[in-house]
């Protein structure tokens, strides 16, 4: 059975950081193209950030320079570090693990953990 577990979520202050953490089992992430999404109430889910497994890493505009992904193969848990976070920052976080199968690309998701970015 496939899990990924999110933590590290909380309240921080505007221009605070936090570090999420998403580990892995079921599967050896090593071949998975591993990304963080976010939803905000009432927004659709979106994509702050991913690394592939050649270690390719990509963010949106609205991230970039603030977050910064990374994987640890060997502990099979993926990172989310996040700087200068902002209010527009708050969202519920989904750590996702994707790979492409003869039959198309197969999704894992998190439970998700809160970030809310308030003063």
């Known amino acids: 059975q496939v899990q990924l577990v999110e933590s590290g979520g909380g309240l921080v202050q505007p221009g605070g950081s936090l570090r999420l953490s998403c580990a892995a089992s079921?599967?050896?992430?090593?071949?998975?193209?591993m990304g963080w999404y976010r939803q905000a109430p009432g927004a659709q889910r979106e994509l702050v950030a991913r690394a592939t497994s050649a270690g390719t890493t990509n963010y949106p505009d609205s991230v970039k320079g603030r977050f910064t992904i990374s994987r640890d193969n060997a502990k099979n848990t993926v990172y989310l570090q996040m700087n200068s976070l902002k209010p527009e920052d708050t969202a519920v976080y989904y750590c996702?693990?994707?790979?492409?199968?003869?039959?198309?690309?197969?999704?894992?998701w998190g439970q998700g953990t809160q970030v809310t970015v308030s003063s």
């Open positions: 079921g599967i050896g992430i090593n071949i998975y193209a």
């Open positions: 996702n693990a994707k790979t492409t199968t003869a039959w198309g690309d197969l999704h894992y």
